[in-house]
Nanobody
Framework: VQLQASGGGLVQAGGSLRLSCAAS????????VGWFRQAPGKEREFVEA????????DYADSVNGQFTISRDNAKNTIYLQMIKLKPEDTTIYSC????????????????????WGQGTLVTVSS
């Protein structure tokens, strides 16, 4: 499945953005989706994930109360709502898909995913 991430941009600290991850397949409802971020010179970091059914989700402690993942299967799209953004949230955010994924522990691991989008840059100014 091909993924297209969008919605990144420049925002002031404390502001909000909503990232979107659109899929090319009409069977996107069978894929779990995760959001990851990676700053230059750093390891890829898990952000949030949602199971294929949408019945369960998980998030990194670093974004607790700040980011929320959701899905609209009718639009083949996953969203990452980000609020209270901080300068340290500045980086490239990428979405990834895993067919029938539902194990939240596995969905924290980048290697679980077979399909990756190209990423969208989020820049938070202080």
């Amino acid at each position: 499945v091909q993924l297209q991430a969008s919605g990144g941009g420049l925002v002031q600290a404390g502001g909000s953005l909503r990232l979107s991850c659109a899929a090319s397949t009409p069977t996107f409802s069978t894929y779990a989706v995760g959001w990851f971020r990676q700053a230059p010179g750093k390891e890829r970091e898990f952000v949030e994930a949602i199971s294929w059914s949408g019945g369960s989700s998980d998030y990194a402690d670093s974004v607790n109360g700040q980011f929320t993942i959701s899905r609209d299967n009718a639009k083949n799209t996953i969203y990452l709502q980000m609020i209270k953004l901080k300068p340290e949230d500045t980086t490239i955010y990428s979405c990834a898909a895993s067919l029938w994924g539902r194990d939240l522990i596995q969905l924290r691991v980048a290697g679980t995913y077979r399909s990756w989008g190209q990423g969208t840059l989020v820049t938070v100014s202080s």
